[in-house]
């Protein structure tokens, strides 16, 4: 802490002499120093994760990221380290530097840079694949694979208005004459009504456009990715774009 004092001299006027009275004003002003206070520490965040796993570990992650084997990938490593430049599937492998020990390569797929890591020399001679040895094990327990949501087969009995993703086996036994209509977008399309059935009951199919001479009467038609609406107070099956209509 330092004071500085500023002094400021004023002439007034005094009421009870003739004489001007000069007054001294000191202000008094303390003035704090500057103190430095120590950086933080950077908050460690999504993109400093390649930094806490082992070169293994992102390897692996490469290999299930690009769809290659591990075994392939990891001879790949091997030879652009002795003949600089290597493949393994879509990727390019090249061997940009040599120094302490320490080999560091790039990766491209189609002139795009996918990724640029160093690893040792001693990591290369290893006899056993040590990105094998955890590409079922640790990326499992940490990077799970997402299950594949396939819509389970239903009867028709089981069918209530709003369920998607439908799929359904069942047996035509009647289809009407095609109609054409408007839709809201002022579209002129096809529509004819089918009727479906299974063991447990039946229910009425919408056919839109080349839907309609897809299917005939006797045929047992495998329905994928329907969703179930009604109409007038009666349940009935759409099958969208996303939807698939064939016979089994």
Not at 66 to 91: H, I, P, R
Not at 124 to 132: A, G, V
Not at 207 to 222: E, F, K, Y
Request: with cysteine; glycine share 4%.
């Amino acid at each position: 802490m330092r004071t500085v004092i500023f002094a400021v001299c004023l002439a007034e006027n005094s009421k009870h002499k003739g004489t001007a009275v000069r007054t001294r004003y000191c202000f008094e002003k303390t003035k704090a120093t500057r103190k430095t206070s120590p950086k933080k520490p950077r908050k460690q965040g999504r993109n400093t994760m390649r930094s806490k796993l082992y070169p293994r570990e992102y390897l692996a992650l490469l290999t299930v990221k690009y769809e290659v084997d591990a075994d392939k990938f990891f001879n790949a490593l091997v030879s652009a380290e002795k003949d600089q430049k290597s493949k393994c599937g879509t990727l390019s492998i090249e061997c940009r530097l040599k120094q302490n020990h320490k080999v560091i390569f790039l990766i491209t797929q189609s002139s795009k840079v996918v990724a640029q890591f160093k690893i040792s020399e001693e990591f290369l001679s290893k006899k056993k694949n040590p990105i094998k040895e955890i590409t079922d094990t640790y990326l499992s327990n940490r990077y799970p694979i997402k299950k594949c949501r396939t819509p389970q087969p239903i009867q028709i009995k089981d069918l209530r208005v709003g369920m998607k993703k439908v799929n359904l086996k069942a047996k035509v036994v009647e289809v009407s004459k095609p109609k054409s209509v408007v839709t809201r977008f002022g579209n002129y399309v096809n529509v004819a009504n089918a009727m479906v059935s299974d063991d447990t009951g039946k229910i009425k199919l919408c056919l839109w456009n080349d839907q309609i001479n897809s299917v005939a009467v006797g045929d047992t038609v495998q329905i994928e990715n329907a969703r179930i609406s009604a109409f007038r107070n009666e349940r009935q099956m759409r099958v969208g774009k996303k939807g698939t209509l064939r016979v089994a």
